[in-house]
């Protein structure tokens, strides 16, 4: 039988606000446990939740973004169940009157666009951590998360594939720090992933039972464990059994998923409008007020870089890979006055490499977009040939030195002086004469033999243009 995969999948994003969502208490990463968590967090008596603002605004600025409906009147809701890291008893979150209503997102998959529908967009407070390491046997507990901001989006089970799953989640991944609402850092938890899968017959029109795949922090992961799982249920259906409704864990070391505990309803969590907090109301003046601010968006951006600068495909999707990239690239090109194909290159090229190299983002490398300007501006006014320049990039990428005190430091200025190339043409050419013979035979791969000696011969600071011009008409018969 031919098995068609349904997925959906629930994106927590933690919102960059500095304080929670309903309390002063501070959401820093990585503060000692128990540092960071107030009276309001723990849901001690005598103390009220109070809704914090830049939450609301960050939400509603993700609801535009994906031309969704924003909701006029939302409520917030006690989502009740007990876990050793949830002191209340109860999540405040959102259920019946979620604050972003349906939206869409656009992924591409094999050259092919597929529109992937948002159902909701809701915010909600975290819960704390369970800590298991260190411990001897017992189980500690960090609040610090706790009334963390999320806003957790909901997609409609309209993805086919792990594939189609793990692209969407990185166009998320992608939009949300462009936003400037998340961090992104999904080794931080601050984007991580539920996933909903499911098999049915192929053609067949209702959905099969799913089981979901809970707190997924890697899109390699996200992946491996959606398929994993689909191979999964195939077999236990094939094998006569039946899928049962439940939530998942994926064991990375393994590569397995394994069964965490029963699937809850919406009904076992007894939700009821929070009596501590009002209804939110946003007006069309606070919706102006936040389209204000909105920046490009990645694929308004892209469009861009291929009208304005002429960039194909490939270099303007990595490019757009985020906004601190094109925000690099917008730099380097004002700052050099180059054209913009030589700073794409560059940027693409030299500087993408080593940042992977070092495992660097592009806002924590060590070659500033101005010092990259002073290079390229050497490139461009033939102070030095782009071999040379690589080599001027790797010293810069050691120390704090700019292109024009490592060139003049070096000597590595370009000959451009044609009797100093003649000399040495003349030499070759007399030294390899089998080869000129060659050339002038037909075989022109061979120039590329005369062009490699010339410039060995002079240590890759011969102008490359006067020397290839030059050895033309000194090859000719």
Known sequence: MEWETVIGLEIHTQLATKSKIFSGAATAYGAEPNTQACAVDLGLPGVLPVLNQDAVRM?????????????????????????PDLPKGYQISQFELPIVGNGHLDIEVDGETKRIGITRAH?????????????????????????????????????????????????LHELVRYLGICDGNMQEGSFRCDANVSVRPKGQKEFGTRAELKNINSFKFVEKAINYEVERQIDLIEAGGKVVQETRLYDAVKDVTRSMRSKEEANDYRYFPDPDLLPVSISEEFKAEVQATMPELPEAKKQRFKDQFGLDDESTAILTSSREMADYFEALLQASGCEARLCANWVTGELAAALNKSSLEISDSPVGYQRLAGLLQRIADNTISGKIAKQVFEEMW??????????????LKQITDTGAIEAIIDKIIADNQGQVEQYRSGK???????????????????????????LKEKLQP
Do not use: C, W
């Open 59 to 83: 939400a509603v600025k993700f609801g535009l973004a994906i031309e969704a409906e924003i909701a006029p009147y939302s409520v917030f809701a006690r989502k009740n169940y007990f876990y």
């Open 123 to 171: 915010l909600e407070e975290d819960a704390g951590k369970s800590l298991h390491e260190d411990f001897h046997g017992l189980t500690g507990i960090d609040l610090n998360r706790a009334g963390t901001p999320l806003l957790e989006i909901v997609s409609e089970p309209d993805m086919r594939s792990a594939k189609e799953a793990v692209a969407y989640m990185r166009k």
């Open 398 to 411: 050691q120390n704090e030195a700019g292109a024009d005190e490592i060139i003049d430091t070096q000597g």
């Open 444 to 470: 022109d791969k061979v120039f590329g033999f005369f062009v490699g000696q010339v410039m060995k011969a002079m240590q890759g600071k011969a102008n490359p243009e006067e020397v290839n011009r030059m």
